[in-house]
C-alpha cells in the first residue's frame, strides 16, 4: 500500500519528525493538534471550547486533504489539562461528532507542550 503524508508547515513537524497526517490504504491518522493558527497565535486564550472547536476545524482541513471529512472519523482522543472542563470540551466536541459518534477517549495529562494549550485532539478516519 503507498504511504501519503501531509504536513501543515507548522515548524515542529520537521524538528520532532512527524506528520500532520499519514494515510496507508484507508485509514488516515491526525497526529496531536492543538489551537495554533497559520501564523503560530494560539487561539482561545483560556477557552477550552474554542480551543476544542479551533482544533476540530483544522482536523477537518487535513482530512479534506486526504480526501476525507469528518463523516470518517471513527476514533478520537481527547488530552486536556483540567478534566473539570469537561463539558467544555465535549460540548465543542458534540457540535461536530453528535450525529457521527465516533469512539472517543479523553483524559487528563499533567501538562502539553506549552502551558496555554488547554486540549490536543488526535483523530483516525476510515474511508468506506
Avoid at 499519514?22 to 492543538?34: A, L, M, R, S, Y
Wanted: glycine letters at 8%.
Amino acid at each position: 500500500m503507498t504511504r501519503y503524508n501531509y504536513a501543515s508547515g507548522a515548524p515542529w513537524e520537521d524538528i520532532v519528525g512527524y506528520s500532520r497526517a499519514v494515510k496507508v490504504g484507508n485509514t488516515i491518522e491526525v497526529t496531536g493538534t492543538v489551537a495554533i493558527n497559520e501564523h503560530n497565535e494560539l487561539v482561545g486564550e483560556d477557552d477550552a471550547y474554542q480551543q476544542t472547536r479551533f482544533i476540530i476545524q483544522k482536523i477537518s482541513r487535513i482530512l479534506e486533504q486526504a480526501g476525507a471529512g469528518l463523516k470518517d472519523v471513527v476514533r478520537t482522543r481527547l488530552y486536556v489539562t483540567d478534566i473539570s472542563r469537561w463539558e467544555e470540551y465535549g460540548r465543542a466536541h458534540g457540535e461536530f461528532f453528535g450525529s457521527i459518534k465516533p469512539c472517543t477517549t479523553m483524559v487528563e495529562v499533567s501538562a502539553l507542550i506549552s502551558p496555554e494549550y488547554l486540549i490536543e485532539i488526535e483523530a483516525t478516519a476510515i474511508l468506506a
